[in-house]
């Protein structure tokens, strides 16, 4: 068996919003034991990434970590690699800001360790063409793929490949990712033994895991501590020393032979295909499943879960302000970094992080986005008012209102608002998780003011759903904070089918807004049903961080469960409060309401293991209407922003 050069290295992340506590056990059990323990074995060389967001923490929380990355690094023990600073997945991220953000992390890697990185991670191996160009641009001399991305595109997996765009080269390494090449984890002298085994006598080995692997791996060993578990692994890797060589990939490519020409189609890692698969069976048998063989655009999370897309699409639309402002650069600057925070590749997708399913991590993309729209407009230059554009990319406009405290946006699909946010508190209220489950009774979307008509006395059983249904914009002189929207609607009552017209008209004021129906009866005789309107609302990332209380008569409280279901009669008032934030949203009602309040929990695979989330709370109120043939019933709802 021929001598191997073996490339081992290691790939750093938590995203923006990860718990303070979860970056601290991060670092105790898999960062710093890794990184303390191989520096005992000066023989044994390593390429490691950090990401910009790793960096900062390690920097403000142990600059020893810091220390230690820079005096190995100046004695070439190991190789640092650069990359997007938040860790964006690259395929959804503009091209300037792709560019910024790498140029970002390359700045920080040079000042903190006196060199600039010549190799590029990408995150989650998501690869589209055109990046060659890019990468190169940034001056970036190499970069890896997994060696599944090599085998699709027939090229040998022992050595790296060079690939070409737009007269521009890039040199790619095969990395055989832990996480995905390997039955199970297994340390790296296992991992390189099993690998050449499989593969044959391959000349090179690049093998890559993520960071966070160090507590399953210390786990499975039965050892007593995370660093014994590493002393040990290093130990038999230095054993190898006559058929492995470690290197790293700046000082293999001084020795490289002529390279292989390769052109990489649209791939990302394994698990990002699977989880963009189509929802539906239809699109599967359809032939859109690019994960089912291997390739496929990693923009596919948009089309798998709602909130994906709608962050996406408020990442496009603050990018573009961000674009237009001129004449401060300070500002610009500070908008383009929230920005840019707002980009970390974890917020679009239910990664192994939990992604798009943890509030935590959208709350923490919606404020940045937040912050940066704020940071954009010019003080005594802004006017609030509602404006129409098709922001989520489905050929229909929505009604945007944005205002000096709160933003608002509605879509005609159910007339509903499906982004609330307050500007003080940088929360988009409105950031609920979609129905996972297909057979649930009110599956789908979870926005706010979204309309339902049940039998009377109850909010059970449902006799038409309107938040399906497309609403018409009615197209007048209206104010410049005013939106009304119409819809003809058909319930069933008594094995009849009978048609009730809602107008429903959204009035925005500076801490408030109003939302007033009007429900004109078209048929010759009396109908009687409970009108509803659901709001679903994440107001903390805890139930005990929510407080729910309601007013009757004007005075009397009534105490609500923010925790539990809840329900009550002849409210005419709802609090709402983040306590967090330190703000509360008050709903009031013209006319007295029913109320059920249920929160919603949704089960998380993060890190490996499965955890139960809040993702917020259903909120329904309903009213009880009787509607004479050929009249109207009118019903008003208010909304309103208190710190």
């Known amino acids: ?27 105790q059990v898999c960062w710093r034991p890794f990184l303390s323990t191989l520096y005992r074995f000066p023989d044994i060389a390593a390429v490691l990434h950090y990401s910009g967001t790793a960096l900062s923490w390690l920097e403000a929380r142990h600059p020893e970590f810091i220390m230690l990355l820079e005096e190995m690094t100046s004695r ?42 010549r ?108 660093d014994v578990f590493f002393e040990r692994a290093f130990a038999a890797l230095q054993k190898e020393s006559l058929v492995v060589e470690t290197t790293t990939p700046s000082r293999y490519l001084k020795t490289a032979q002529k390279l292989n020409r390769a052109y990489f189609s649209s791939s990302a890692s394994a698990l990002l295909l699977e989880r963009s698969r189509p929802a539906s069976p239809r699109a599967e048998k359809a032939g859109n499943d690019g994960a089912l063989d291997g390739f496929g655009s990693s923009r596919r999370i948009l089309l798998r879960h709602e909130e994906s897309l709608l962050l996406y699409a408020k990442m496009q639309y603050v990018r573009i302000l961000v674009s237009q402002l001129r004449g401060d650069k300070s500002r610009k600057k500070s908008a383009q970094e929230e920005l840019w925070k707002a980009q970390c590749g974890d917020a679009y997708w239910n990664g ?63 007339g509903a608002i499906f982004e609330l946010d307050s500007l003080r508190t940088l929360t988009n209220y409105a950031s609920v998780l979609a129905s996972q489950d297909p057979n ?19 909010f059970g059983q449902e006799i038409a759903n309107c938040r399906e249904a497309t609403y018409g914009l009615e197209d007048s002189d209206r104010p410049a904070h005013l939106a009304v929207l119409t819809k003809e609607v058909t319930l069933e009552q008594s094995g ?41 609302l994440l107001a903390g990332d805890q139930p005990d961080a929510v407080g729910f209380e309601g007013q009757r008569n004007g005075s009397e409280k009534v105490e609500l469960s923010s925790s ?39 089960n998380v695979a993060a890190f490996g293991t499965d955890a139960k989330v809040y993702e917020g709370a259903s909120i329904l109120v309903g009213w009880d209407l009787s509607v004479p043939p050929d009249a109207s019933v009118k019903v008003v709802l208010n909304l309103e922003f208190r710190p």
Not at 125 to 150: K, M
Not at 440 to 458: L, N, T
């Open 496 to 536: 009849r089918k009978k048609t009730v017209f809602i107008r429903k008209r959204y009035t925005f004021r500076k801490v408030a807004m109003s939302v007033t129906y009007e429900i004109a009866n078209r048929e010759n005789d009396t109908l009687n049903f409970r009108f509803c309107s659901e709001l679903n």
């Open 564 to 602: 539990n279901k809840a329900a009550a009669s002849g409210l005419d008032l709802l609090r709402i409060e983040n306590r967090a934030a330190g703000e509360h949203l008050e709903l009031r009602a013209d006319r007295p309401f029913e109320l059920l309040a249920m929160p919603l929990f949704q």
């Open 1 to 27: 068996m021929q001598k191997c050069s073996c490339i081992i290295g290691t790939y750093n992340h938590l995203p923006q919003g990860t718990e303070e506590s979860s970056f601290e056990e991060t670092y």
């Open 76 to 117: 070439k023990q190991i190789e640092l690699l650069g990359g997007g600073f938040f860790a964006p997945l690259l395929p959804l991220v503009p091209g300037p800001d792709r560019l910024g953000q790498m140029e970002m992390l390359t700045t920080y890697i040079r000042k903190a360790f006196g060199r600039r990185p």
């Open 352 to 414: 192994p992080s939990g992604g798009s399913f943890r509030p935590r991590l959208r709350g923490a993309a919606y404020s940045a986005l937040i912050l940066a729209e704020k940071t954009t407009r010019q003080r005594g230059g802004f006017s609030a008012g509602v404006t129409m554009a098709d922001i989520d990319f489905d050929g229909e406009r929505e009604i945007l209102y944005q205002g000096g405290e709160f933003n608002a946006y509605v879509r005609l699909k159910g």
């Open 119 to 226: 190799g590029c991670w990408i995150q989650d191996y998501a690869w589209e063409p055109g990046f060659t160009s890019s990468l190169e641009a940034c001056g970036f001399d190499f970069t890896f793929l997994q060696e599944r991305q090599f085998r699709m595109a027939g090229v040998d997996t022992g050595r790296p490949a060079i690939t070409e765009d737009q007269g521009r080269s890039l040199i790619v390494f095969p990395a055989f990712d832990a996480a995905e090449s390997l039955a199970k984890m297994v340390p790296f002298h296992e991992a390189v033994a099993d690998l050449r085994s499989r593969h044959g006598d391959l000349p090179l080995v690049c093998l890559m895991y993520p960071g966070s692997a160090a507590k399953e791996l210390w786990a499975a060993s039965g050892l007593e501590s995370p």
């Open 440 to 458: 649930a009774r009110r599956g789908g979307p979870r926005h706010c003011f979204q309309d339902s008509i049940a039998k009377s006395g109850g």
